[in-house]
């Protein structure tokens, strides 16, 4: 069989770039500039004379217009921004590509590891209690005990043989997502950093529309740990850095201290082993190798985070052994969870997991 290979030309092959694929691709744009719209726009009408984007349905202008007339990006001393609708649409865009990868039933509230009243209901049972619900009685294990004791010509249901189904509490959490920013993050031509960004964005407006009693922190980290407002989240970039896990952790532990919610958690997204630490106001770094010194004191960190029933979820985007042995190590320690993806599926997983709180590896 033989195949014929040709420059995809839209006219010719039919394509249409309605006006919701265009905003999709400028918000994309946008997040790898740096929330700088001006080059996002350059970069869109680039993109448009090289794939047909724009026609004599909707030209370039017309549809900067569109983004101007719509509240998405105003100009401010001459020079186009975004406006606050504008940074909330690319966080709702974030949120759909992210969850257009999720079953629906994965969706719900979050979940604490021990059993009660008030959530979903398990397939455990355990002996009925004075309070619990008629609902959430078990007619087939209650008979059972009725017939157990009496016989099945002699059956009288007495206050021993009710049981109920289990159920899991549902709890408010604070959460600090871990964003590396190390220079890796964009080393060797892949964009490891944007699919990162689209999840903080996403986690963002996930949590302002549905989860309106957790907290949600976001905590940078390369040679330092910093954190930032959730607004500045579009305009966060990579830096010449490299890569100080323990700060990040340090900090988040400080972070998650002063937070009220009983469940705490640290999400971490990152594509390297450690390789910097401060000490003393001086840093050591060493890029080469898997460094004893920087990694000891780092899952010290994760081991003061298990004392003080924080969990962590890491997020490996690499799949170099060494890494993943890091992680293993981390997990161990602090009895968290790891899971071993790509950029492309890192957002997915991540959701599953916050919202479903459920054991998962991802190879």
């Known amino acids: 069989m033989r195949y014929r290979f040709c420059q995809w030309d839209p006219k010719r092959h039919g394509q249409n770039y309605d006006l919701k694929s265009l905003v999709k691709i400028f918000n994309h744009l946008l997040l790898q500039t740096g929330g700088d719209v001006e080059e ?18 909707m030209s370039f202008e017309e549809f900067k217009k569109h983004l101007h007339e719509h509240g998405v990006i105003e100009k401010q ?12 649409i690319i966080r709702e865009d974030s949120l759909g590509l992210i969850f257009s990868n999720l079953k629906r039933d994965q969706e719900g509230d979050h979940r604490v590891p021990f059993s009660g009243q008030s959530g979903e209901r398990l397939t455990e049972t355990r002996p009925w209690r004075f309070g619990d619900s008629t609902s959430d009685v078990d007619p087939t294990s209650t008979l059972k005990n009725a017939i157990h004791r009496g016989g099945i010509e002699n059956i009288q249901l007495t206050e021993e043989d009710f049981e109920v189904y289990e159920t899991e509490h549902l709890s408010a959490a604070a959460t600090v997502l871990l964003i590396d920013v190390s220079h890796s993050m964009i080393l060797y031509g892949e964009d490891r950093f944007t699919p990162a960004k689209k999840v903080a964005l996403a986690l963002t407006e996930l949590i302002l529309r549905k989860f309106k009693k957790d907290s949600l922190d976001v905590v940078l980290f390369g040679n ?23 700060a990040g952790l340090a ?6 201290q002063r937070k009220k ?7 971490m997204i990152t594509d390297g082993k450690p390789t910097v630490l401060m000490e003393h106001g001086q840093m050591y770094r060493n890029a080469f190798g898997p460094d004893r010194r920087i990694l000891n004191k780092t899952l010290e960190e994760g081991s003061r985070c298990r004392r003080k029933k924080i969990n962590i979820t890491t997020f490996m985007i690499a799949s ?13 320690i602090n009895r968290g969870r790891a899971y071993f993806s790509t950029p492309d599926n890192v957002g997915s997983y991540l959701f599953v997991d916050f919202i479903r709180n459920r054991n998962r590896r991802v190879r």
């Open 261 to 267: 919610q009983g469940n705490k958690q640290i999400f």
């Open 251 to 256: 900090l988040a532990q400080q972070i998650l």
């Open 224 to 246: 330092e740990a910093w954190q930032v407002p959730i607004s500045r989240l579009p305009y966060v970039q990579v830096g010449p850095y490299y890569t100080n896990t323990k």
């Open 40 to 57: 996002a726009l350059k970069w869109m009408e680039h993109f448009g004379e090289q794939h047909g984007f724009f026609d004599d349905k």
């Open 77 to 88: 001393k001459g020079v186009s921004r975004l406006t606050p609708k504008g940074e909330r």
């Open 320 to 332: 170099d052994p060494e890494l993943q042995e890091f992680v293993e190590d981390l997990t161990r």
